[in-house]
């Protein structure tokens, strides 16, 4: 896991909202970071940071607040991006994977036939919790073909321990800001 030291600047920028969607989630809210052009442009300019040395062909956006980070990134370093969409959203075929919830399951799909063979991928998504989310979009990136070529977040929470699941299933990840306690 890396974090950049000097990005008090950013954490100042995103709102906490206590008890959302549920009693005792602190909700780290960066609809506030978004609506700061100067802000956002300095986020995706770390974010590029990260990225470049990492030699990737493709970012992977998780739906829905990855794919307005992914998108900004993925023109910046001027590679293409492959959506991870929540079911019955992609209008070709599409190929999924199912994966565990606190209460349940969900399902991320991508189009079949989108990833040529050992497609260097970095997955991009706001934030990091359990790391369930991206722990599915690397297995569907993993059976398509793709080479998971890292995870790149802005936020880690890091007391929920999914970077260090994410570690231990062989993705590199890379956060800018971490709120430790949550
Ligand atoms: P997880 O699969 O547990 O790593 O959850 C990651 C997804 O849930 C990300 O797409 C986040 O946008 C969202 N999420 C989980 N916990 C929070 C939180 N405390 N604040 C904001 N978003 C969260």
Same mark, same amino acid.
């Given at each position: 896991?890396?974090?950049?030291?000097?990005?008090?600047?950013?954490?100042?920028?995103?709102?906490?909202?206590?008890?959302?969607?549920?009693?005792?989630?602190?909700?780290?809210?960066?609809?506030?970071?978004?609506?700061?052009?100067?802000?956002?442009?300095?986020?995706?300019?770390?974010?590029?940071?990260?990225?470049?040395?990492?030699?990737?062909?493709?970012?992977? @956006?998780?739906?829905?607040?990855?794919?307005?980070? &992914?998108?900004?990134? /993925?023109? =910046? %370093?001027? $590679?293409?991006? +492959? #959506?991870?969409?929540?079911?019955?959203?992609?209008?070709?075929?599409?190929?999924?994977?199912?994966?565990?919830?606190?209460?349940?399951?969900?399902?991320?799909?991508?189009?079949?036939?989108?990833?040529?063979?050992?497609?260097?991928?970095?997955?991009?998504?706001?934030?990091?919790?359990?790391?369930?989310?991206?722990? @599915?979009?690397?297995?569907?990136?993993?059976?398509? &073909?793709?080479?998971? /070529?890292? =995870? %790149?977040? $802005?936020?880690? +929470? #890091?007391?929920?321990?999914?970077?260090?699941?994410?570690?231990?299933?062989?993705?590199?990840?890379?956060?800018?800001?971490?709120?430790?306690?949550?």
């Amino acid at each position: 896991m890396s974090a950049f030291s000097g990005n008090d600047d950013l954490k100042a920028l995103i709102r906490t909202i206590p008890d959302f969607p549920k009693p005792g989630i602190q909700f780290r809210d960066i609809t506030s970071l978004l609506l700061d052009g100067a802000g956002f442009s300095v986020c995706i300019d770390r974010l590029v940071t990260v990225a470049e040395p990492l030699r990737l062909d493709l970012i992977a @956006a998780v739906e829905a607040r990855g794919f307005l980070f &992914g998108a900004a990134l /993925a023109k =910046a %370093l001027g $590679v293409g991006i +492959l #959506p991870i969409r929540k079911p019955g959203k992609l209008p070709g075929t599409p190929v999924g994977v199912d994966y565990a919830l606190e209460y349940g399951t969900d399902r991320l799909e991508m189009h079949a036939h989108d990833l040529q063979p050992a497609t260097r991928v970095l997955i991009v998504d706001d934030l990091i919790a359990t790391g369930g989310t991206v722990l @599915a979009t690397a297995e569907l990136i993993r059976n398509h &073909g793709g080479v998971v /070529a890292g =995870a %790149l977040f $802005v936020i880690d +929470l #890091p007391d929920l321990g999914g970077a260090a699941r994410l570690r231990d299933a062989g993705v590199e990840t890379h956060s800018l800001i971490a709120f430790e306690g949550d």
